[in-house]
C-alpha cells in the first residue's frame, strides 16, 4: 500500500538575540482535511485541492475528490486565515503559475503544500515565461526604471504575511513560445524570471513567511539584471501607494530553508532588495541599529539550503538586521559571470553567499565550492564577501575552488567586518587574484582562519584597491602548497591610514615574513603542523548538505580533521596570542567546536587539553595583589550572587564564594569581611582571592601606571554629548604617569613614574585646542562597580582658593578651558576656568548622587581656544550607607589581555 502524504512542514520561527542567533521554535504542521482544515495550533481555514491529474475547473476545489484542475483557480481566490492550498503529487502545470492573495494571521498562517502519494514527485509548476506582473518599485531603482518593467514569475506573494510553502518543484525556462519574442538568453532585453517573489508595498511590515523544501530549477532569467525580482527565489519592498495609512513596507521573520536550486539567473536566493535602501544608507558606514530596523527586514534566517550554478550571487542577505545565514552550501556561483555570457563591461561580479548593506549579519557553518570565471570576467568570484554592511561576521565556514579567493571585504563601506574560524582550501589564483582581496575597506579583523594556499597564490591580490584598504591578520596559518618556498609580496605596512598589519601568524613553506610581523612564526615544508592539509572536501557532499564539524560524538571523523593540529607539538599549539575582537563580538569555539582556552592556538582549530588556568579575566572591581575589593555597606549590600555576576574567569573555569569558615556562600549571602573567591581550574588548580570592602575611590591613590580599569579609566572623546564616541587612550607616556591623547595632552597623575604618590601628587587632566562637534575631549573615568548613592569630591589643600579644580600652568590666555562632571550624558555640573591657578566655584559642594552599576562617572575637560589647556583635578567617589532603590544589574565583562586591564594573572 503507498503511502498517503497531506501536505505540512515543519518550520523554524526565526528569532534573534543580541549578536547571535537564537534557537528556532518549531511551530505547527499542516493538517490536510476534506473541507475546512484544522492547521495544528493555528486555528481553521478551507483546504483547496489542485490535480492536474484527476481534477475539473468546475469542480468546488474543496476535497480531493473534488480537486480543480488548473491553478488558474486558486489565483482567483483571496485567501483568508488557515486556508490551505495543496497541489497533487505527480501534477505537473505548465505555462501556469500561482500569484497568491490575501493574508494569514498569527493565529491561523496560510500553507500552500502537496498531498497525494509520497512515493510520487512533488507538483511541479512550469511557468515557462507565463506570470508576468509588472514590477514597480514606486520610482526608479537600480536596474528597475520608473513605472517598473515586466517580469514572470512562478509563485508571487504580494503583500502577503503568515504563509508556509513547502514540498514545489518550480522552473521557469525559456522555452519556444510567445514569452521571448525572439531574444537571445543574453539580450539586454531579455525577460527577467523568478521562481519565488515576495512583494512587500501595501501591508507595512509583513510578518511570518516560510519557504521550506522548494526544487527550484531552470529559471532562466535575465543574465544582467540585480534589483529585479531575477532568479530562483527574491523578496523585495516597494514605496507604498500611502505610507501614512499602511506604514514603511519591509519584511519580520522570513525563514528560507531546505531549498535546492539549481541553474537559476541571476541570483539564487535574496532577501530583501529595498527602495528605501539608497535613500537611508547610501552615505554611511556605520549603520544605526534602530535605522536598519525601521527601513530593513528583521529576524531573517536562511538556512540549510543547497544553491548550484547560479547565474551570478548564490545567497544575498540585503538590508537586513542581524540576519543569519548558516547551514547553506553554494557550488558554482558566478556561472554566466564571464565575457561569452555577460556582454556589459558594468556588473559583472558575483561571489558566493554575501550580504549587501547589512547590520550584524551572521554566516557560520556554510560551505563554498568553485565559484566562477575570476579570470574570465567575474570581478568578484570570492566564496565570501564582507559588502558595504556593518558588522559581518564570518566564522566557521569551509571553502574550496573559489576562483576569486576566499573572502573579500568589499569598499569603503565595509566597516567592522569580522573574519575567523573558517578554513580555505585552493582558493584563488596568482598574484593578481589572491587568496584575500582588500577592496578600500577601512577595516577587517581576520584572525584564527586556516589557509591552505595553491602555488602561486597571493595572500593579497593586487586587482582590487588593496592599497587603500586596512585590515589587522592575525593567528592565521599561511600553508602554502608549492615546490619551493615562496617569496611573498606581503603588500602590509604599520603605519599610515592604510595598515595591513600581520601579527603573530605561521607562515608555512614562505621564504620570508612581513616585516610588520611583530612574532612570525616560519615553519618549513616537510615540517610538522597539521595532520593531513590539503584533504578537506574538492565537491559537495552526495546529499548536498553541509558536512558536521562541530560538536561530533568523540571517536567520530569528519572531513575536515586534516586541518587538526598534528601533535601537541606542533607549532600551532598554544602559540596564539589572546585576542579581543576589535569589533566586540565575543567567540568561545573553534571550527569543531573545541573552546577556546588559555592560550589559544594557531589557525582555525584548537588542540584538544585540559586547561590549567584558574586566573580571574575580568571583574568590574579593582584586582591587586590576590584581593579584589568591592563595596557594600550595610544598607548597600552586595550580594554574593550579584558579585559573582561580575566577575569573569575562564570558560572551563568554575568559581565559588568561600566563607570565612571555608564553606560555600550561597547567592543570596550577602558579601561580609573574610570571604574568598576561589576560582578551579579544568585541571584542579585553584587560585583564591581575598575579597575586601571599598567604598572610597580615588583617582590618585587608585592609578596604576599602564593599567586601564577595571574600575578608572583615561579616555577621550570627539565633542561633548549623546553621540560621543569615548575610547580608552592606549599610548602611555615614556616617562611621566600620563596616558597620552597626542603628544603634549592626556589623562593621569602630575608626577614622573619614578616618583611615589603622595598627598602632594594631583590628578592631571588636559585636552588639546579645539571647540565643536569635532573638538577632541580627555576624561577621567569611573565605571560604577555597583548600584547606589555617591558623594564625589575633589582634593582640598585646605589653602582656600588653592583647592582643585584650577588650570595648573600660569598665563592663560585665548578664553577659558570647560571642565564638566557627567554621568553618561546627563550633566552634573560645568564651569568655565579662565585664569591660572584659580579655583573652579561649585566642585566642593556637589550634592550626592545616584549611580547605577556600569553608568561612567566622567571629569571631561574641552580645551576650546585657552592656551593651558591642563587642569589639576583629582576625583574621590564614595559610596554612601544609603539603600539602593534598585539592585545591581550584570556590567558587560570582556575577555581580553589581563596584563594590560587591571586583572592580574595568576603565576
Not at 520 to 543: F, H, K, M
Amino acid at each position: 500500500m503507498k503511502k498517503r502524504k497531506m501536505g505540512g512542514i515543519k518550520v523554524l520561527a526565526a528569532a534573534m538575540a543580541a549578536m547571535m542567533l537564537a534557537a528556532a521554535c518549531p511551530t505547527a504542521s499542516a493538517q490536510g482535511a476534506e473541507g475546512d482544515a484544522d492547521v495544528t495550533g493555528q486555528g481553521t481555514g478551507t483546504t483547496y485541492y489542485v490535480s492536474s491529474q484527476n481534477g475539473n475547473d468546475a469542480n468546488n476545489g474543496t476535497s480531493e475528490n473534488t480537486a480543480f484542475q488548473s491553478l488558474d483557480k486558486i489565483n482567483e481566490l483571496i485567501l483568508k486565515p488557515g486556508d490551505q492550498v495543496l497541489l497533487e503529487r505527480g501534477s505537473v502545470f505548465n505555462e501556469q503559475y500561482l500569484h497568491l492573495k490575501g493574508s494569514g494571521s498569527e493565529d491561523a498562517y496560510i500553507v500552500v503544500s502537496d498531498y497525494g502519494d509520497d512515493s510520487d514527485s512533488m507538483p511541479q509548476i512550469n511557468a515557462d515565461g507565463a506570470g508576468q506582473w509588472l514590477q514597480d518599485y514606486g520610482k526608479a531603482t537600480g536596474d528597475v526604471p520608473a513605472g517598473g518593467k515586466t517580469v514572470s514569475t512562478a509563485l508571487l506573494l504580494t503583500d502577503m504575511e503568515y504563509i508556509e510553502v513547502s514540498n514545489l518543484e518550480i522552473t521557469n525556462r525559456r522555452v519556444d513560445n510567445e514569452y521571448d519574442d525572439g531574444l537571445t538568453y543574453n539580450d539586454e532585453n531579455a525577460l527577467d524570471r523568478t521562481g519565488v517573489a515576495s512583494v512587500a508595498k501595501n501591508n507595512g511590515t509583513l510578518d511570518h513567511i516560510v519557504l521550506d523544501n522548494l526544487y527550484i530549477h531552470d529559471v532562466q532569467g535575465n543574465v544582467y539584471n540585480k534589483q529585479t525580482v531575477n532568479g530562483g527565489i527574491y523578496f523585495i519592498a516597494c514605496l507604498p501607494d500611502d505610507e501614512r495609512e499602511t506604514g514603511i513596507a519591509r519584511y519580520n521573520d522570513v525563514l528560507i530553508q531546505n531549498c535546492y536550486l539549481k541553474d537559476v539567473n541571476r541570483k539564487g536566493i535574496g532577501c530583501a532588495f529595498t527602495v528605501y535602501g539608497s535613500d537611508n544608507f547610501g552615505s554611511l558606514k556605520e549603520i544605526p541599529d534602530d535605522l536598519m530596523q525601521k527601513y530593513g527586514s528583521t529576524n531573517v534566517v536562511i538556512q540549510n539550503n543547497y544553491v548550484e550554478g547560479a547565474g551570478g550571487d548564490a545567497i544575498t542577505p540585503q538590508y537586513c538586521y542581524r540576519p543569519v545565514v548558516q547551514y547553506n552550501v553554494a557550488k558554482e556561483a558566478g556561472k554566466q559571470m564571464n565575457t561569452t555570457d555577460y556582454k556589459r563591461e558594468q556588473g559583472r561580479v558575483a561571489a558566493a553567499i554575501w550580504p549587501w548593506t547589512c547590520k550584524d549579519a551572521v554566516f557560520q557553518y556554510n560551505e563554498s565550492f568553485d565559484t566562477l570565471n575570476a579570470a574570465s570576467g567575474n570581478g568578484d568570484g570570492q566564496a565570501w564577501d564582507a559588502d558595504t554592511g556593518d558588522g559581518t561576521l564570518y566564522q566557521y565556514n569551509y571553502s574550496h575552488g573559489n576562483t576569486g579567493g576566499a573572502v573579500m571585504f568589499c569598499l569603503q563601506q565595509a566597516v567592522n567586518s569580522t573574519f575567523r574560524y573558517n578554513i580555505s582550501q585552493n582558493d584563488g589564483s596568482g598574484s593578481n587574484i589572491g587568496l584575500l582581496s582588500l577592496a578600500k575597506n577601512p577595516d577587517a579583523h581576520i584572525y584564527n582562519n586556516t589557509f591552505y594556499i595553491s602555488e602561486g597564490t597571493s595572500i593579497i591580490g593586487t586587482r582590487i584597491g588593496y592599497s587603500a584598504a586596512s585590515a589587522t591578520i592575525e593567528n592565521n596559518i599561511f600553508y602554502y602548497t608549492g615546490d619551493i618556498p615562496k617569496q611573498e609580496t606581503y603588500r602590509g605596512s604599520s603605519t599610515g591610514s592604510n595598515v595591513r598589519l600581520y601579527t603573530n601568524n605561521i607562515y608555512y613553506n614562505y621564504a620570508n615574513t612581513p616585516t610588520v610581523d611583530t612574532n612570525p612564526i616560519q615553519v618549513s615544508a616537510g615540517e610538522e603542523l597539521l595532520t593531513g592539509p590539503g584533504t578537506g572536501p574538492e565537491d559537495v557532499a552526495a546529499d548536498h548538505k553541509v558536512r558536521d564539524h562541530e560538536d561530533v560524538a568523540e571517536g567520530t571523523t569528519t572531513a575536515f580533521d586534516g586541518y587538526k593540529p598534528s601533535s601537541e607539538n606542533s607549532p600551532a599549539v598554544n602559540a596564539g596570542k589572546v585576542i579581543t575582537d576589535q569589533n566586540g563580538k565575543a567567540v568561545e569555539h573553534d571550527f569543531f567546536g573545541n573552546l577556546i582556552i588559555d592560550s589559544p592556538d594557531i589557525g582555525a582549530v584548537e588542540y584538544s587539553t585540559v586547561s590549567a588556568d584558574s586566573s580571574l579575566h575580568d571583574a568590574a572591581y579593582i584586582v591587586k595583589e590576590g584581593k579584589i575589593y568591592v563595596p557594600y555597606s550595610d544598607n548597600n549590600p552586595t550580594t554574593v550572587g550579584e558579585f559573582k555576576s561580575n566577575v569573569l574567569v575562564a570558560n572551563t573555569a568554575s568559581y565559588q564564594v568561600l566563607k570565612a569558615d571555608k564553606t560555600q556562600a550561597s547567592d543570596t549571602e550577602n558579601i561580609a569581611g573574610g570571604m574568598i573567591l576561589c576560582v578551579k581550574a579544568q585541571s584542579g588548580t585553584t587560585t583564591e582571592y581575598e575579597i575586601c570592602q571599598k567604598n572610597a575611590y580615588d583617582w590618585a591613590e587608585d592609578f596604576v601606571d599602564r593599567q586601564q580599569g577595571n574600575v578608572w579609566f583615561a579616555q577621550q572623546g570627539i565633542g561633548i554629548g549623546a553621540g560621543t564616541n569615548w575610547k580608552n587612550i592606549s599610548t602611555f607616556d615614556t616617562t611621566y604617569s600620563t596616558w597620552k591623547a597626542d603628544q603634549w595632552h592626556g589623562v593621569g597623575l602630575d608626577k614622573r613614574q619614578s616618583e611615589p604618590v603622595t598627598d602632594d601628587v594631583h590628578g592631571l587632566l588636559a585636552a588639546p585646542k579645539g571647540s565643536g562637534g569635532m573638538a577632541v575631549i580627555t576624561a577621567m573615568s569611573f565605571r560604577a562597580p555597583k548600584t547606589g548613592t555617591v558623594k564625589f569630591t575633589v582634593k582640598d589643600t585646605g589653602d582656600g582658593d588653592s583647592g582643585e579644580p584650577y588650570i595648573r600652568q600660569a598665563n592663560n590666555t585665548g578664553g577659558p578651558v570647560i571642565l564638566g562632571l557627567y554621568v553618561n550624558d546627563k550633566q552634573i555640573i560645568q564651569s568655565e576656568l579662565s585664569e591660572s591657578f584659580v579655583t573652579a566655584d561649585g566642585w566642593r559642594n556637589i550634592p550626592e548622587f545616584e549611580v547605577t552599576a556600569g553608568d561612567y562617572v566622567r571629569v571631561i575637560l574641552e580645551g576650546k581656544n585657552a592656551e593651558k589647556r591642563s587642569v589639576h583635578i583629582t576625583p574621590n567617589i564614595e559610596y554612601l550607607d544609603i539603600d539602593a532603590e534598585n539592585s545591581s544589574p550584570v556590567i558587560e565583562l570582556k575577555e581580553k589581555d589581563v596584563l594590560a586591564f587591571g586583572v592580574e594573572k595568576s603565576q
